[in-house]
């Protein structure tokens, strides 16, 4: 069975298309190798996928040309240790240190809030400026 059909009845990607683009950038690798979309897949095979930030170790249990339910789906595969451990210990990280900018309340200035800053500037005085006789 091809690589990319797998990924997608595996419900890892929502279309081939996705996980052929992904498989092409080398985000998909089999047993540590990059590979084509077109590859056979068989089971017991290793494979390291990552999706955004997240990267997961899975080994194949199954193969299925149909995509089917979520449950039916993750039959197809099962998750290693490792990568279980690692997954969680990075969704703590993002949970502890969280991201500076999610922090900013107000966002960007506003039309009224430029609009104040540049009368400010408009009419403030500097040192500079004071004539001198």
Request: charged share 30%; aromatic share 6%.
């Given at each position: 069975?091809?690589?990319d059909?797998?990924l997608?009845?595996?419900?890892?990607y929502?279309t081939?298309a996705?996980?052929?683009?992904?498989i092409n950038?080398?985000?998909?690798r089999v047993?540590g190798?990059?590979?084509?979309?077109?590859r056979?897949?068989?089971v017991?095979?290793?494979?390291s996928?990552?999706?955004?930030?997240?990267?997961?170790e899975?080994e194949?249990?199954g193969?299925?040309?149909?995509?089917?339910?979520?449950?039916?789906a993750?039959a197809l595969?099962?998750?290693t240790?490792?990568s279980i451990?690692?997954?969680?210990a990075?969704?703590?990280?993002r949970?502890?240190?969280p991201?500076?900018?999610?922090t900013?309340?107000?966002g960007?200035p506003?039309?009224?809030?430029r609009?104040?800053?540049?009368d400010?500037d408009?009419?403030s005085?500097?040192?500079?400026?004071?004539?001198?006789?």
């Amino acid at each position: 069975m091809r690589l990319d059909k797998w990924l997608w009845a595996a419900r890892f990607y929502k279309t081939r298309a996705l996980a052929v683009d992904e498989i092409n950038l080398g985000r998909v690798r089999v047993g540590g190798q990059p590979v084509k979309p077109a590859r056979d897949v068989k089971v017991g095979d290793l494979l390291s996928i990552r999706i955004g930030t997240l990267s997961r170790e899975v080994e194949v249990l199954g193969l299925s040309n149909l995509r089917g339910p979520a449950p039916q789906a993750q039959a197809l595969y099962a998750e290693t240790q490792a990568s279980i451990t690692a997954r969680e210990a990075a969704a703590e990280a993002r949970r502890l240190a969280p991201e500076p900018a999610d922090t900013i309340m107000q966002g960007r200035p506003t039309k009224q809030d430029r609009r104040r800053l540049a009368d400010w500037d408009r009419w403030s005085v500097s040192l500079d400026d004071e004539d001198p006789g």
